[in-house]
């Protein structure tokens, strides 16, 4: 079983930063491809980023492209990071970290987090 924690979320201007930190259980972390993705009030879930096991390969929903990175840490800290540079109130949601160990990219990972606000001020 894999069990993810996410943090860093909160209360910021448009323009501002933030880095989401997702923490997982287990030893087996590095066979995960790791996911965020996001849902505002109202609306669905969206896919944001995907980072592969070794962190070599990612992808972002257009929306993000340029502003967001994601990142992954397999040595230490078992963690995934999304970095999220200037942000805009329609970045506003509560972000979900999700992993999965299987290669083909999916809408819906097996593992989840609880989610963490962003809240982006105009």
């Known amino acids: 079983q894999v069990q993810l924690v996410e943090s860093g979320g909160g209360l910021v201007q448009a323009g501002d930063s933030l880095r989401l930190s997702c923490v997982a259980s287990?030893?087996?972390?590095?066979?995960?491809?790791g996911y965020w993705f996001r849902q505002a009030p109202g609306n669905e879930r969206e896919f944001v980023a995907r980072?592969?096991?070794?962190?070599?390969?990612?992808?972002y929903a257009d929306s993000v492209k340029g502003r967001f990175t994601i990142s992954r840490d397999n040595a230490k800290q078992n963690t995934i990071y999304l970095q999220l540079n200037s942000l805009k109130p329609e970045d506003t949601a509560v972000y979900y970290c999700?992993?999965?160990?299987?290669?083909?990219?999916?809408?819906?990972?097996?593992?989840w987090g609880q989610g963490t606000q962003v809240t982006v001020s105009s």
């Open positions: 999700a992993a999965t160990r299987t290669s083909v990219v999916t809408s819906d990972p097996n593992y």
């Open positions: 980072v592969s096991r070794s962190g070599g390969v990612t992808s």
């Open positions: 287990g030893r087996t972390f590095s066979s995960l491809n």
